[in-house]
């Protein structure tokens, strides 16, 4: 994800954030090209529609800072506690919006927002449904709940064999963004005993032998499940 400014065109991004610009820094835009989501204060709403748009999949309308709540967004790739979500320190009036890939990687108490938007992915603890489902007032994008310790995510591509497996000392639970490969040389016994969760947003390949196994531990499917060549697996066996 890019941005190039060509003259006055921005063009080229995942998420374009204008919650800290001014209508005297919007002024001189003359093109949004290519942008997955605009994101903008009530207060620039109109001056945003004036400018020329091409290829933009959505725009997201916030309300303005006020004296004690303030705007957080979290954009791209994230991490970060359940603890964070209750705020501390901050304003019940604040507004968290999350665009993009944002992992939970402990318990939600409570969330300390008086707006929760998410606009991509969130996956959060299992435990953590309850909190979160009351707190969210905007969602576009999905909400996944892993039941494991805080899983794997992969966002490019990664191949897992079986060396790799035996090395873990506990099942892991795995959350594909991107795509994500078990080797010819991975059987069912070991699979079973590594894996032991799957959300598949993404892309897996596996040999045959082991896509039954794949489907039973993707509880979370929305992306592929993919059968590869198992002769290897086979001359192996």
Same mark, same amino acid.
């Given at each position: 994800?890019?941005?190039?400014?060509?003259?006055?065109?921005?063009?080229?991004?995942?998420?374009?954030?204008?919650?800290?610009?001014?209508?005297?820094?919007?002024?001189?835009?003359?093109?949004?090209?290519?942008?997955?989501?605009?994101?903008?204060?009530?207060?620039?709403?109109?001056?945003?529609?004036?400018?020329?748009?091409?290829?933009?999949?959505?725009?997201?309308?916030?309300?303005?800072?006020?004296?004690?709540?303030?705007?957080?967004?979290?954009?791209?790739?994230?991490?970060?506690?359940?603890?964070?979500?209750?705020?501390?320190?901050?304003?019940?009036?604040?507004?968290?919006?999350?665009?993009?890939?944002?992992? $939970?990687?402990?318990? !939600?108490?409570?969330?300390?927002?008086? &707006?929760?938007? *998410?606009?991509?992915? %969130? +996956?959060?603890? @299992?435990?953590?449904?309850?909190?979160?489902?009351?707190?969210?007032?905007?969602?576009?994008?999905?909400?996944?709940?892993?039941?494991?310790?805080?899983?794997?995510?992969?966002?490019?591509?990664?191949?897992?064999?079986?060396?790799?497996?035996?090395?873990?000392?506990?099942? $892991?639970?795995?959350? !594909?963004?991107?795509?994500?490969?078990? &080797?010819?040389? *991975?059987?069912?016994? %070991? +699979?079973?005993? @590594?894996?032991?969760?799957?959300?598949?947003?993404?892309?897996?390949?596996?040999?045959?032998?082991?896509?039954?196994?794949?489907?039973?531990?993707?509880?979370?499917?929305?992306?592929?499940?993919?059968?590869?060549?198992?002769?290897?697996?086979?001359?192996?066996?």
């Amino acid at each position: 994800m890019s941005e190039a400014v060509q003259g006055l065109t921005i063009e080229n991004l995942g998420v374009l954030d204008l919650t800290g610009k001014t209508a005297e820094g919007l002024a001189g835009i003359s093109l949004i090209h290519n942008v997955g989501l605009i994101i903008v204060p009530s207060s620039l709403a109109d001056a945003v529609m004036r400018i020329p748009q091409k290829n933009v999949g959505s725009t997201l309308q916030l309300p303005d800072e006020t004296g004690s709540g303030k705007l957080k967004v979290f954009t791209g790739q994230i991490s970060l506690s359940g603890e964070s979500l209750a705020n501390a320190g901050g304003s019940p009036d604040d507004i968290l919006v999350v665009a993009g890939q944002a992992l $939970i990687t402990s318990h !939600v108490d409570a969330v300390g927002y008086r &707006e929760l938007i *998410v606009m991509g992915q %969130l +996956m959060a603890p @299992k435990s953590s449904e309850s909190a979160l489902s009351g707190a969210l007032t905007r969602m576009m994008g999905q909400v996944f709940y892993y039941k494991g310790d805080v899983p794997r995510v992969i966002l490019g591509s990664e191949s897992y064999s079986r060396a790799f497996l035996e090395l873990l000392d506990k099942p $892991i639970s795995l959350v !594909v963004l991107g795509d994500c490969e078990f &080797e010819a040389d *991975v059987d069912v016994a %070991l +699979m079973k005993a @590594k894996v032991g969760e799957l959300v598949v947003l993404g892309t897996i390949r596996a040999p045959k032998r082991l896509i039954p196994l794949v489907q039973l531990l993707a509880e979370t499917k929305l992306g592929d499940i993919v059968a590869t060549d198992d002769h290897a697996g086979a001359q192996g066996a």
